[in-house]
């Protein structure tokens, strides 16, 4: 149990496009997600916490309206890159808490954004 | 901003040694947990201690926790090549956040 996928595991796009990027939780609610970017040989960082219901919390430093993330439902929060560019490319991942929360976050295995 | 630091930034070894990571957090914690990630792919989850807890051990990982230098190791024993993949630390801050801080990571290279 406790699966979180992701689709599409890898995207190309051209510069200035919209994409977007599911997260689901294919066997648990999740109230909270989270999304992560990850540069190549380097550790995640934090881009915001997805709510159920509810605005997402962006991290400092992170563009809201150029991420814009959507969690409409226990199992499903989305990541839109929107007028992407080059410097967008990296690693994008998602994780979740199981409801009711534990301490495990479980991990999407990822999207791979390249922008030409 | 992070707050894991692990140590080294990457390690070789042979199959059958054993593998140590360092890792250091710089605030008070809840838990500090431990994840590998395979090239390209996402976390797995491989260990988690809290922070009344000293040693902690799983299969060939063996985890401590230091609070009061706030520091953390993680063994695995008897390497094998398919441990090759990086490892991160994630701590969580006391204060009832959610949110992980990942440390840089290790990437260990285990050569059969």
């Known amino acids: 149990g406790a699966v979180v996928s992701q689709h599409p595991s890898w995207v190309i796009c051209k510069s200035g496009t919209s994409v977007k990027i599911e997260c689901r939780s294919l066997?648990?609610?999740?109230?909270?997600m989270f999304w992560y970017r990850q540069f190549p040989k380097q550790s995640l960082m934090l881009m915001a916490t997805?709510?159920?219901?509810?605005?997402?919390?962006?991290e400092q430093g992170v563009e809201k309206d150029k991420f814009l993330i959507n969690h409409a439902s226990l199992t499903l929060s989305t990541l839109t890159v929107t007028s992407a560019h080059p410097e967008d490319s990296s690693f994008y991942i998602c994780?979740?808490?199981?409801?009711?929360?534990?301490?495990?976050?479980?991990f999407g295995p990822g999207t791979r954004l390249t922008v030409t | 901003s992070q707050q894991g630091e692990e140590d080294p930034q990457a390690l070789s070894i042979q199959e059958g040694e054993n593998a140590t990571m360092n890792c250091s957090y710089k605030?008070?914690?809840?838990?500090l947990q431990w994840y590998r990630q395979n090239s390209g792919r996402g976390l797995v989850h491989l260990i988690l201690i809290r922070s009344n807890e000293r040693e902690k051990h799983s299969g060939r990982l063996r985890v401590t926790l230091d609070t009061s230098k706030k520091s953390s190791s993680l063994l695995i024993t008897a390497s094998r090549a398919a441990d090759t993949a990086s490892y991160f630390c994630a701590t969580d801050s006391q204060g009832g956040s959610e949110k992980l801080v990942f440390g840089k990571g290790t990437k260990l290279t285990v050569n059969p």
């Open positions: 997805s709510n159920e219901g509810s605005k997402a919390t962006y």
């Open positions: 994780s979740a808490y199981r409801d009711p929360r534990g301490y495990e976050q479980y």
């Open positions: 066997d648990f609610q999740a109230t909270t």
């Open positions: 605030t008070s914690i809840n838990n």
